[in-house]
């Protein structure tokens, strides 16, 4: 299993105007809640932040919305994304 990393570089406020202008209100109020140089998990994200600015209940259309600003803050270049983790197997295996 996989796991996306991102890590926060620049504040929404400092990011080019070009690029922020593209970005919906509730988008920036998001990404903002964000701090320099915090690292966060894509999937930790999306089930823990989102669903505190958002009304929808449902997980999928939670899901879409998170990592569609997960992409956004990375297109506009307020988020880094890190390599990919792979998680190691050998960690759920219990010996007998």
Do not use: W
């Not at 823990?48 to 209940?57: D, G, H, L, S, W």
């Not at 449902?58 to 390599?83: D, H, Q, T, V």
């Amino acid at each position: 299993m996989q796991r996306l990393h991102y890590t926060v570089i620049k504040d929404i406020n400092a990011v080019d105007l070009s690029h922020n202008s593209s970005t919906s209100k509730q988008c920036k109020k998001v990404l903002g809640s964000l701090k320099i140089g915090e690292t966060i998990e894509a999937r930790q994200f999306v089930k823990e932040t989102i669903p505190k600015f958002c009304k929808t209940v449902n997980p999928r259309n939670i899901a879409n919305i998170g990592y569609r600003y997960l992409r956004e803050g990375k297109k506009i270049g307020m988020l880094f994304e890190n390599s990919i983790e792979k998680m190691n197997y050998n960690c759920f295996l219990i010996p007998f």
